[in-house]
T-cell receptor, first 114, second 114 residues
């Protein structure tokens, strides 16, 4: 079945450091890929998405590129801020119509220290 | 702003006492989902409605039921909550089915069972 493997956390970085959170997936066909962010005590917010190979999703300084050849969708940001501290979930939505089940990774807790 | 609203944000119930969680949306989306998220875990899909069509996940306990009386509202009923049902419950919506239909999440209801 479909699966998403995320970089183990927690990750702690200093403000203005470069961030990479790795995400790889297993799925048939060409799933859509997403990054969601969850701030403490809140629901999930869609951060960015990509729906086909080589697409780059970007938002709020975060970027991720859909790499079919390496089945990856790594999240990057050039300079993190304290306000980026949250849990980040990589997720995929399958190709087959009618299967709306998002498959999530286990989440990566990110803490940015001033 | 169009959004997904969950009430209440925090709910305390007694062991075995039925409880209902509420979700409403102003996005006019066709699909509504209920997820359970336990501490430090990824969200787990319980069921979803595509319009009035109910779709249950195979591993969702019978203790969990749902109702969608109209497009805007969806309810999660837990008939006899156990201590293991304490979790954050997330409602989400998507415009339609299909691989590009991203899901929008509400802020969640944190359920405590005493």
């Amino acid at each position: 079945g479909d699966s998403v493997t995320q970089m183990e956390g927690p990750v702690t970085l200093s403000e203005e450091a470069f961030l990479t959170i790795n995400c790889t997936y297993t799925a048939t066909g060409y799933p859509s890929l997403f990054w969601y962010v969850q701030y403490p005590g809140e629901g999930l917010q869609l951060l960015l998405k990509a729906t086909k190979a080589d697409d780059k999703g970007s938002n709020k300084g975060f970027e991720a590129t859909y790499r079919k050849e390496t089945t990856s969708f790594h999240l990057e940001k050039g300079s993190v801020q304290v306000s980026d501290s949250a849990v980040y979930f990589c997720a995929l939505l399958p190709t087959n119509f009618g299967n709306e089940k998002l498959t999530f990774g286990t989440g990566t807790r990110l803490t940015i220290i001033p | 702003d169009a959004m997904v609203i969950q009430n209440p944000r925090y709910q305390v119930t007694q062991f075995g006492k039925p409880v209902t969680l509420s979700c409403s949306q102003t996005l006019n989306h066709n699909v509504m989902y209920w997820y359970q998220q336990k501490s430090s875990q990824a969200p787990k899909l319980l069921f979803h409605y595509y319009d009035k069509d109910f779709n249950n996940e195979a591993d969702t306990p019978d203790n969990f039921q749902s109702r969608r009386p109209n497009t805007s509202f969806c309810f999660l009923d837990i008939r006899s909550p156990g201590l293991g049902d304490a979790a954050m419950y997330l409602c989400a919506t998507s415009r339609d089915r299909g691989r590009a239909s991203e899901q929008y999440f509400g802020p969640g209801t944190r359920l405590t069972v005493t």
